[in-house]
């Protein structure tokens, strides 16, 4: 996720992970060379397009004996899509779809979670694109929280999975005819680094 969804701080807390004695909330930087924002649409309804988005940043505080996850901040830059094919990404970027000159950055905003277990929960926020903002849930897992095994670092990382329409953001391009799916499924993976 090296620059799509910047978020504003999270009222809300996202319960994962398990409990360490006496540890105050920490705040955790999204590390941009251990990030992925990815994706899935259909293609003529033959086969999903596997995209990506380049560069993404964030943030968000994790308490590890409250088991919380709050104040998540990500952003993604729109024109850092690729998907492997040049005149597809440029048109990816245009107007059609994404928009990128006038629309540079996605943004998520969480406002309320529930825990399902000790490390998996959901994430029900807004996500904005093309200046439209709707709900939007992401299913979390918690993968691992620890020291790193190199350096000094101290790390989260998170795997995060959800589905948007594009339609609800005015990305009509290709929707009706069924040539480019309507479902976009997001793929989520990031390791964070303790500040």
């Known amino acids: 996720m090296r620059g799509l969804l910047k978020a504003a701080a999270v009222a809300a807390m996202v319960s994962l992970g398990s409990p360490a004695a006496n540890a105050a909330p920490e705040k955790f930087e999204i590390d941009p060379d251990h990030a992925s924002v990815g994706f899935l649409v259909m293609h003529i309804g033959y086969a999903n397009t596997l995209g990506m988005f380049l560069e993404s940043s964030g943030s968000f505080t994790y308490d590890e004996e409250a088991q919380t996850l709050s104040d998540v901040e990500f952003t993604v830059q729109t024109d850092s899509i690729f998907t492997n094919h040049d005149k597809r ?7 059609d779809f994404l928009n990128s000159r006038e629309f540079p950055e996605m943004t998520f905003v969480g406002k309320e979670s529930e825990k399902l ?19 939007l849930t992401l299913d979390l897992t918690l993968n691992k929280v620890g020291a790193y095994p190199f ?3 101290y790390v989260v990382g998170v795997s995060a999975r959800g589905t948007l329409k594009r339609s609800m953001y005015g990305m009509m391009y290709a929707v009706e005819n069924g040539w480019v799916g309507d ?10 680094i303790r500040q």
């Open 117 to 135: 277990s000790d490390t998996t929960g959901k994430l029900h926020g807004e996500l904005t694109l093309l200046g439209q903002t709707h709900p």
């Open 151 to 153: 350096g000094d670092n």
């Open 89 to 95: 990404d440029k048109h990816l970027r245009s107007p």
């Open 183 to 192: 479902d976009i499924d997001l793929i989520i993976e990031v390791e964070a």
